[in-house]
């Protein structure tokens, strides 16, 4: 049990479907992250946020829209996405501590499907 | 551009055997390098975080070294068990919050 926790872990949608990713973690963090890894490719930064405000937006295109209500929860929300958008999408939590020598943990992931 | 490269891409060995797997990066102005395990369908779990100032950390049976300059890092696993079977990541942190990932090295330990 990293104390990060994500639902659902699996996702079929259609191109034209509206969802959302849940993320919460349970360790007091004050950052936390979206990450895509696709098949055979790198695990990629999507999203950071610090205090609740977004701190990184790695180039990711719109239809993928992030939220942070407040440092616990973490939400992705997706609309209109594109088959090539199936992959494993994963959380993480930090402490930031201005030192940049944080642990992130990582929850377990949503496998999403898009048809 | 920071990239990360692991070698192998892939290894099966047999228990009890020691083994090494290897990281590189491009660019040494790294403030940290972590090692993670991944497992089937799962999340990414935290072995050994190694600071840019330091030359390695142990954990276990895992060991993890560093070398900043020539921009490499070694996960050094002994006497491996079936247990170890999993996915191995390798990501360095520069100035930023972003951490750069290696593609991993896929590793099967069979009995």
């Known amino acids: 049990e990293t104390g990060v926790t994500q639902t659902p872990r699996h996702l079929v949608m259609g191109m034209t479907n509206k969802k959302s990713l849940k993320c919460e973690q349970h360790?007091?963090?004050?950052?936390m992250y979206w990450y895509k890894q696709s098949a055979k490719k790198p695990l990629e930064l999507m999203f950071v946020y610090n205090f609740k405000e977004q701190t990184e937006n790695n180039s990711v295109p719109s239809r993928f829209s992030p939220e942070c209500p407040n440092s616990s929860h973490l939400f992705l929300h997706l609309h209109t996405l594109q088959p090539e958008d199936s992959a494993l999408y994963l959380c993480a939590s930090s402490q930031d501590n201005g030192l940049n020598t944080d642990t992130q943990y990582f929850g377990p992931g949503t496998r999403l499907t898009v048809l | 551009k920071q990239e990360v490269t692991q070698i192998p891409a892939a290894l099966s060995v047999p228990e009890g055997e020691n083994l090494v797997l290897n990281c590189s990066f491009t660019d040494s102005a790294i403030y940290n390098l972590q090692w993670f395990r991944q497992d089937p369908g799962k999340g990414l779990t935290s072995l050994l975080l190694i600071q840019s100032s330091q030359r390695e950390q142990t954990s276990g049976r895992l060991n993890a070294s560093l070398d900043k300059s020539s921009g490499r890092s070694t996960l050094y696993i002994a006497a491996s068990q079936p247990g170890d079977s999993a996915t191995y990541l390798c990501a360095v942190r520069g100035n930023t919050d972003k951490l750069i990932f290696g593609t991993g090295t896929r590793l099967q330990v069979f009995p």
């Open positions: 360790l007091g963090h004050n950052a």
